[in-house]
């Protein structure tokens, strides 16, 4: 198997999430049917020797799933992950321990676990950096995807109907949810991107979909926003914050003021399939939701109240497309 590279590590570890979860559940399960098996060991409602074996050959495969990435299943209780990689040419293992929130300590192969020290910094601007070359690459065609339109008219629809004093507009690309967000009749916008091509695209359509020039158009990473703290009145963020992480999320509780809105939208777990390129700058922190509770919870978990979840499926092109779209307050 191959080397990875740390933003294809992680990624590989986002999509093997489910698998994991799943092995710690049924690890206990395995481990309190083997003890109610033991000679005066206590029942389980969980079951006997039939589900013992069902739980060992399920836990088989989860172990093989993992197995099958190229990552090394290294230990079993504590999980243990170690992907290949080389650092400055130097051959490691990028190392996720079960409860780490991402995967963010590596070790030289040569030293094993006692050699763990933290990835360097510089590893999250090298992938912002592979995210801007691969969003430039798609910037000139984005806008014939009606997709992001009618994403975008959700997201605003749902931020009220007062007028806000400054909106953001994160990830904004060719600037979809900025141009949308002008019905609000906001004192102006702020539309950031990582990507100069989506940014560009963004400007030249400005000349004709922003007339008043309340829009600012900015190369920038979304995290942190350049907003200084309790900035905005609302934050937008359309089909992006799986590229972000759960970073986003507090740094725009940071940027709006008290009672400022935010809406964002997310891919549904199970349907997520992006292609490889872009599966290699998902963060692996921030777990995509299957269900519209999931959804919920991760705004609330990350500190918004007054939090709504509305599905939206779009039909195109023989296919049906769904995300959450969410829409929250900064208490
Ligand atoms: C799928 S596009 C969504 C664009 C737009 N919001 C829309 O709905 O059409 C994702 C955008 O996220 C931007 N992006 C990815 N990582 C970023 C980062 N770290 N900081 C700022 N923008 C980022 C990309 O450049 C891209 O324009």
Known sequence: MGLFTVPEAR??????????DELVRLRADAAELAASLRPGGRETSLGGMPEWKAAQARLDDLMTTVQRTGAELKGFAP?????????????VLLCWLEGDPELCWY???????AGRRR?????????????????????????????????????????????PERVLDVATGTGVAAFAALRLEPGE????DISPGMIARAEAKAATDDPGK????????AVPSPVEDEGADAVLCASSL????????RDWLRALRPGGRVGFSLPIASAFRPSEAFAAIVPADLKLPETEDDAAELASEAG????????????????????????????
Not at 147 to 163: N, P
Not at 214 to 221: F, H, L
Not at 243 to 248: E, I, P
């Open 11 to 20: 990624a590989e570890l986002a999509r093997l999430r489910p698998v994991l």
């Open 79 to 91: 999980l243990l992950v170690d992907f290949p990689a080389e650092l400055d040419g130097v051959d």
């Open 107 to 113: 070790h030289r192969v040569d030293l094993g676990f």
């Open 119 to 163: 990835l360097p910094d510089r590893v999250s601007v090298v992938s912002e950096e592979i995210a801007a070359g691969l969003f430039d690459g798609i910037a000139a065609h984005y806008d014939e995807d009606t997709f992001h339109g009618l994403v975008a008219d959700a997201l605003v629809d749902g931020l009220g109907s007062t007028a």
């Open 189 to 192: 916008v702020l539309a950031i």
């Open 214 to 221: 309340r829009i600012t158009w900015q190369v920038a990473s």
């Open 242 to 249: 799986h590229f972000l992480g759960a970073a986003a999320l």
């Open 304 to 331: 918004f109240t007054e939090v709504t979840v509305k599905r939206l499926d779009v039909e195109s092109d023989d296919r049906v497309r769904s995300v959450f779209v969410v829409h929250a307050t900064r208490p």
